[in-house]
């Protein structure tokens, strides 16, 4: 009976009686026991009810009990549908009337807070708690460690994953059994993954990142991982003499370069760092290296498209870059306006095609058909461009594009001319309302811990550097950039932040 997550990922765990996930107490959990847990959590999830292509949206700590409720949901031909932790009951409450799931899965103690909001919508409520243990748990004990597996087509839907949605609705993007692993395949031979990779894990399993990207490749490859509940420096510096690979957003890199104890000889053992999610400071790239000498892979992708590009494993990693298009991946930079091709050297939005990209936005169809183009290219929003031999440089985001007095700014170019300013730890450049250019380049800066910024300095070198149109009109001083869990900084934030400093009366209007 086929059911292609299933047999790639999960059906091969039976022959791996050798642990598959360690956790930081140094208990370790088979192929052999696992495949056992997401057997026994697939027949709890029958039994309360689950059916093939219904949604199970859950949200709950890190454990090994709920990555086996992703094994579990495919188990069963469902639609696994994580949601952030750190969402309150009123975002639940949207997420579960759009997806309408059969089950919501919580953590024990917001189960009073969101009884009422399953009811509403018509699901079930269960719970698993950060310890593994909960009524989701009774019932999974008291399964057989068997399960009869759904039949499922690679074009079914096997996940739904909600955008950050940080500006207006969060859209579901529906990811079927082939998107995933057409993604885990290339990455894990571009990656070059093997059984005796061992995976330091410190990502969540909400997102693409640590569920599909980190999980997916390993299950894919016979590897195994050490299993942290979140990033903790302490455990990862402790625990990367044991591993073989680690992924990560950019801050867990700079926080890495933070520890003084973080050097060469615990690494000794690594054989590739990966970051991704947001940008990584070439800054940063450079420091690590020097440090530990290795260089980090740089990769891109999104929620929905999984990964798109990345750094060669062999080849030139090439910092402020993310590579490389992934083999059977098209990736296009294109005149926003038409989507035509453009050639090297010019910045356009990236646009992608290939059996990574989604299916759609979940219910929202003219949104979906906003978002391709007629030939199945998908419109990213991302702005880029490609170098002569192929790499891809991103510059932001579409929306995150200054227009001011008709000009356009692409924040990338500015920050990075801030952040090589003395005293400066990093930048946001953003676009605020304006009276006369309709949008004015406003520039936040981080200063570097006991550096005092002189804005008067920097400003001269801007003026000297970029073009009048590009010369932030205010230079803001923050403590420290807003970031989502990803390592996103919020620019949505800081435009409300600062979003009246140029009306007509405010004092700083220049
Ligand atoms: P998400 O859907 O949450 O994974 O966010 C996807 C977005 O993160 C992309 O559209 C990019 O804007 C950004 N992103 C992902 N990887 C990178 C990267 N390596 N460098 C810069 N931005 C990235």
Not at 310 to 315: E, L, V
Not at 430 to 455: K, N, S, W, Y
């Amino acid at each position: 009976m086929p059911n292609p997550l299933y047999d790639r990922l999960f059906a091969p765990l039976a022959g791996k009686p050798s642990p598959f996930l360690t956790q930081p107490d140094g208990v370790s959990i088979s192929g052999v026991e696992f495949l056992a847990m997401v057997h026994r959590a697939a027949g709890a999830l029958r039994g309360q009810g689950v059916r093939a292509g219904d949604r199970v949206a859950v949200q709950i700590a890190k454990t090994p009990e709920a990555l086996a409720v992703y094994g579990a949901t495919a188990a069963v031909g469902a639609v696994f549908l994580p949601l952030n932790a750190a969402y309150t009951a009123a975002e639940v409450d949207y997420f579960v009337g759009d997806a309408q799931p059969a089950l919501l899965l919580v953590d024990p103690a917001r189960a009073d807070a969101l009884a009422p909001i399953a009811a509403a919508h018509g699901a079930t409520l269960s719970t698993l708690g950060a310890d593994g243990r909960g009524g989701f748990r009774d019932l999974c004990d008291a399964q057989p460690e068997v399960f009869a597996v759904e039949n499922c087509d690679e074009d079914d839907l096997a996940a739904l994953l909600y955008t950050s949605g940080t500006t207006g609705r969060s859209k579901g993007a529906m990811l079927t059994h082939a998107n995933l692993l057409s993604n885990a395949e290339a990455l894990a031979r571009e990656w070059r993954y093997a059984a005796d990779d061992v995976l330091l894990h410190a990502l969540p399993i909400f997102h693409t990142h640590g569920l599909f990207v980190a999980t997916n490749v390993t299950l894919l490859s016979g590897a195994s991982m050490l299993f942290l509940p979140g990033f903790d420096l302490d455990a990862i510096l402790r625990l990367l003499p044991q591993a073989t690979v680690l992924m990560g957003v950019p801050t867990f890199y700079t926080r890495l370069l933070d520890a003084p104890q973080f050097d060469r000889a615990l690494c000794g053992g690594m054989r590739l760092f990966v970051s991704g999610s947001a940008p990584l400071l070439a800054e940063t790239h450079v420091a690590f290296e020097a440090r530990t000498g290795h260089r980090i892979l740089e990769r891109y992708g999104m929620t929905e498209t999984n990964m798109n590009t990345s750094n060669p494993y062999a080849g030139d990693r090439r910092a402020g870059t993310v590579g490389l298009p992934l083999p059977g991946v098209e990736v296009i930079v294109a005149d926003p306006d038409t989507g035509t091709p453009l050639p090297a050297g010019e910045t356009g939005v990236v646009e992608v095609r290939g059996p990574n990209v989604f299916k759609g936005y979940w219910r929202m169809q003219e949104k979906t058909q906003e978002e391709f183009r007629d030939n199945g290219f998908f419109i990213t929003g991302d702005l880029g461009c490609f170098s002569d031999d192929g790499y891809l440089t991103l510059v932001g985001r579409q929306k995150d594009l200054i227009i001011t007095g008709g000009f356009n700014v692409y924040p990338k170019e500015v920050e990075l001319l801030l952040d090589e300013q003395p005293g400066v730890l990093e930048s946001a450049v953003i676009g605020v309302p304006h009276p006369d250019f309709g949008e004015a380049v406003v520039a936040v800066l981080v200063a570097q811990p006991d550096a005092r910024l002189d804005l008067a300095a920097i400003d001269a070198v801007l003026r000297e550097q970029l073009a009048r149109y590009k010369q932030p009109k205010a230079l803001e001083i923050v403590a420290e950039l807003p970031r989502n869990t990803m390592g996103k900084v919020q620019k949505n934030l800081l435009r409300q932040k600062f979003d009246e400093i140029f009306k007509a009366d405010a004092p700083k209007n220049p």
